[in-house]
Every structure is written in structure tokens, then in C-alpha cells.
């Protein structure tokens, strides 16, 4: 039997290496860390204390993979946020989105009759583009100047896209192409409810929301589901490292071998394919196929020799854009955050949502402004989530972890400046703001863990500490992404695929590049 080697044990490797070996193929993976996982794992970061260390919360998981994968029987638990999301806005008020449309029109109506009205249109609207882009993410994408196949991917997503009303086009050629200001301020008119739904624009995205392309962002994070609830978003018990250790056991029942702490250095190519892998140890591997689920960035930069690349596929490579501008903090609490807007210790249903600090349009632009002028934003964007509201496991009884999701943060510092030495002065800036809207909150800490944009390159291999291993704009998404002529996870080199999130559909916790590789690969001979 021919071997196949996936070059990190990321989720969407795991994924993978699932469907390959359910098919009968011989699969290993190589992983660079003590643990699979990628940047979806939860580790103790202070005695007692457990969280999800980068990726932290669920939605966009697919349920034709949570299916296949047999994930619940492997453990796999996700609890619903009893509230959407909580809005701090000032020492008084406060916006919150409920589970049920009325309460949160209800919300809406405190601060504009018109604006809650508009919502339940809205909703449509975002529900009817977003099952376009659910039909689309377990199809392999067209590739531009292909073959055969590649015409009937390009009729059948034609033939679908005209069953489409001419406003539901509309709809999509604005959520595609505009930015999150243009589409929001043609719905609403409160700036409060404009920047409540404009910070998903900005999630993992180093832009601000006039930015042209945001709004595809935005987009981009309500195509999930959670429990067959739509656009819903839930707790993994057991933090996300639950997602990828239930998806470990699914591979190692199936035959799949795992080795840690197996860091690659080299693709290797002979006549144009690749032939297997040179760990860092300096032991090759020989491979009939090899599958890399790392950023393209990182794979075509770093992993394969210059030689092997045309020289103006290597100038595509250089102007692939990554860089989030994320900043991910847990930290350890000794009491619940007490929000001047609504006081109190006590467990309150605020504590159980996404929490976010960016109250206004202006705050969330200057957040972007401040970080390209001087690395970070003096008042950044957090989103908090406290997970141990929900599962007491995370903590000690009476004690909480919480979730710090943290924009807008450089990529590069400037004037030559270096993370290492920045990164702690970046987090007293956020635990600051956060402190502004309850301020208990800096007393609270009793443990910390930092990871700056060069931390997450470190540590998990996202090339500029980008969430998404590459910018979900236009010019990178579907028959573009990574690259135009390559969307179909196929790679330029003969036998070398890529499985990770820098394919189609893009960032985010969902399994799918994983499972569309896998049946790209096996139509493969």
C-alpha cells in the first residue's frame, strides 16, 4: 500500500487523514508540536486553570463532518451560549443580541424603533447568502482555465446561482465586494447596532470596516451552525481541544499513525513531484503523496526549494496577503468581571456570551488607524468569553479562565520594532481597556498567557500570526484561493496537495479544506 504523509496534525489534517483512511490508504501524520491539534487544543496554563489556547470558540464546524467523524461518540460536546452576545457601551448602557429575534428586537427598540423593524429582514438576507455559501463549501471550487470538471463545477454553481432572486444577487455582489460600513448603513441607522454587527468584519481580518471586502468577513462567520441551530455559537467542553482530540481517536481507530513532535523542513521534489519529507531530525521519508496542512505562505516560502517554483508563481507567493492582526490572551480570574452597565460578581447571563468592547463605528476604524500608525491600537477590540460559566472543569470551583480574542495588533511592528518586546506592554493595553468597562477586572488576574502575531507564527506555524493562514478577500477566496488555477487543493507539484484553512473555504474551525482535499486525493491516481 502506497503511504500518504500529512504534514500537520492540525484539525483540518485530522480530517483528512480520516476520510483517506476510511477509503483504505495508508495515512501519517507529522506533527511539529507534543500535540495534534494545530491552534484548535486547550492546555493548563496556570495550576488548575484549562482553556482553549487560540482558536476558542464553535460555529463554523461542519455537520457532515461532526457526523462522519463520529465525533460525539468520541466525546465531542458543544453547549449553546445561553446569550448571543453582550455590549458594554459606557458606564450605563449596554447592547445585548439574545437567542430569541422579539428579546433582541426588544434590545434594538431602546435604541431605534426603525433599526429593530430592519432586523428580521436583515437576518434574511444574511441567512439567504449564507446558504449559498453552505451549498458551496463541500465542492471543490472551479478552477479558472481548467478542464472538463472544472466546466461542470462552473455550470453547476451557475445553474444554482440563477435559481437565485435578482435581489438575493444583489445581496451577494454587496457582501462579496463592499465594505461591513456601505452594507450596514443601508440597513441601519444607530451606530451602536452598525458596530455590534460590524465587529465580525474585523475578526481575524487586519482591516477596519469602510475597508472595501469586510463585509465578506462578516459573512464569512455566520455560515456555521451549532446542534442545528443556524449562525449559532457554542462551547466545546472541555475547550477546543476536545474538537481535535475527538478527532484523534477517530483517526487512530481508522489505522492512522501520529507522530509528534515530528517537525518538517523540506518538501522533497524530483522532476516536478513530490517524493516525500526531510524532518528537522534529518530523517527523510519517501511518500507516494504528501499533503501539507500548513498556510500556503509558510509551505511555498519555507518548505519547498526555490528551484522547484516558477518565478512567477514564487512572486504570487510573496504578494499572498496574510496577517489578522490578532492579539489571543488567556487569563485566570478570581472573580467574575463586574461591567459598571451591569454590576455585579454574581454568575449573570452576560458572563455565559461573547462579550465585545467596540461600541461604536469610529471606535472600531480608529482601532485599525492606531495600529497601522503605531502597532496596536491604545483602545483595541476584545472580544471576552468565559467559558468556565459554562463548563466548570476549565477552573477551580468559584474561579474562572476567560477568552481575550484581541484586534487590531500589527502583524510587523514598526520601525524595526520586535513582538518579544512589545508583546507585554500590548497586554496591559488590552487587560486597561477591558478594566475601563469593569473595573474589577485587573484585580481579578491571577495568571496570564500571551500570544502576540509572533507568538502564534511560532508556535502554531501562522505565517504573520494569521488565523485564517491567509486574508479572506476577493482576490483569496473560492476559484482564487489560494491562488487562481490552484483552488482545487492541488499544488504545482505533481503528488502535493494542500488540506489547511489558506484553501477553499477559508479560516476557521470548520473541517471542510480537510475533507474537500481528501476527495480531490482520492480521485487522483
Given amino acids: ?22 477509503a483504505g490508504k495508508k495515512v501519517t501524520i507529522l506533527e511539529r508540536r507534543p500535540i495534534v491539534g494545530g491552534a484548535a487544543v486547550t492546555e493548563e496554563f496556570h495550576p488548575g486553570f484549562r482553556n482553549s ?22 466525546g465531542l460536546e458543544i453547549k449553546l451560549r445561553p446569550q448571543s452576545n453582550f455590549f458594554p457601551l459606557s458606564d450605563s448602557e449596554s447592547l445585548s443580541f439574545h437567542k430569541n429575534l422579539a428579546d433582541t428586537q426588544a434590545e434594538f427598540a431602546r435604541f431605534s424603533e426603525k433599526d ?38 462552473a455550470g453547476g454553481f451557475g445553474l444554482r446561482a440563477k435559481k437565485l432572486s435578482m435581489a438575493s444577487r444583489r445581496d451577494a455582489l454587496d457582501l462579496f465586494t463592499k465594505s461591513a460600513t456601505s452594507v450596514l448603513d443601508a440597513w441601519f441607522e444607530n451606530d451602536h447596532v452598525k458596530a ?3 465587529f465580525d468584519s474585523i475578526v481575524g481580518n487586519y482591516a477596519a470596516p469602510s475597508t472595501p471586502g469586510s463585509a465578506y468577513v462578516l459573512l464569512h462567520h455566520v455560515f456555521g451552525e451549532v446542534n442545528g441551530q443556524k449562525g449559532a455559537w457554542g462551547h466545546a467542553m472541555g475547550g477546543m481541544g476536545a474538537i481535535t482530540q475527538a478527532m484523534r481517536k477517530e483517526a487512530e481507530r481508522l489505522g492512522v499513525t501520529i507522530r509528534t513532535d515530528a517537525e518538517v523542513k523540506e518538501v522533497l521534489v524530483d522532476g516536478g513531484r513530490a517524493t516525500g519529507v526531510q524532518l528537522s531530525s534529518g530523517e527523510t521519508v519517501t511518500a507516494d503523496k504528501v499533503i501539507a496542512n500548513v498556510g500556503p505562505k509558510l509551505l511555498y516560502s519555507q518548505m519547498i526549494a526555490e528551484q522547484h517554483l516558477e518565478p512567477e508563481f514564487r512572486r504570487r507567493v510573496r504578494g499572498f496577503r496574510v496577517g489578522s492582526g490578532t492579539f489571543r490572551m488567556n487569563v485566570a480570574l478570581s472573580e467574575l468581571p463586574d461591567f459598571t452597565c451591569k454590576p455585579g460578581t454574581h454568575l449573570q447571563t452576560h458572563h455565559q456570551s461573547g462579550i465585545v468592547i467596540g461600541p461604536t463605528m469610529n471606535y472600531l476604524e480608529q482601532a485599525y488607524v492606531d495600529a497601522t500608525q503605531h502597532g496596536w491600537s491604545k483602545q483595541p477590540i476584545v472580544e471576552i468569553l468565559i467559558p468556565s460559566t459554562i463548563d466548570p472543569s476549565l477552573a477551580p470551583k468559584d474561579q474562572h479562565v476567560a477568552s481575550l480574542f484581541c484586534q487590531q495588533f500589527a502583524p510587523e511592528l514598526p520601525n524595526n520594532k520586535c513582538w518579544d518586546d512589545d508583546r507585554e506592554q500590548a497586554a496591559q493595553t488590552i487587560i486597561d481597556t477591558v478594566t475601563e468597562y469593569a473595573p474589577n477586572f485587573r484585580d481579578a488576574i491571577i495568571a496570564q498567557q500571551i500570544h502576540s502575531p509572533l507568538d502564534l507564527e511560532r508556535k502554531f506555524g501562522l505565517m504573520g500570526g494569521d488565523i485564517f493562514h491567509g486574508a479572506l478577500g476577493l482576490d483569496q477566496l473560492w476559484s482564487n484561493r489560494p491562488f487562481m488555477g490552484f483552488a482545487d487543493y492541488r499544488t504545482p507539484i505533481h503528488g502535493l496537495y494542500l488540506c489547511g484553512s489558506g484553501s477553499h473555504p477559508g479560516g476557521g474551525v470548520t473541517g471542510v479544506p480537510g475533507h474537500n482535499a481528501a476527495m480531490e486525493i482520492l480521485r487522483d491516481k
Avoid: Q
Fill in 196 to 198: 455590534a454587527f460590524a
Fill in 53 to 74: 489556547v487560540a482558536s476558542y470558540t464553535v460555529s463554523l464546524l461542519n455537520p457532515k463532518i461532526i457526523e462522519d467523524l463520529r465525533l460525539r461518540e468520541h
Fill in 1 to 22: 500500500m502506497k503511504d500518504l504523509w500529512i504534514i500537520g496534525g492540525g484539525h483540518n489534517g485530522l480530517v483528512c487523514a480520516c476520510y483517506l483512511a476510511k
Fill in 116 to 153: 429593530a423593524a430592519t432586523l428580521p429582514d436583515f437576518y434574511a438576507m444574511l441567512e439567504s447568502v449564507a446558504d449559498i455559501l453552505r451549498e458551496e463549501l463541500l465542492r471543490s471550487p472551479p478552477n479558472v482555465g481548467g478542464g472538463f470538471v472544472d466546466l461542470v463545477r
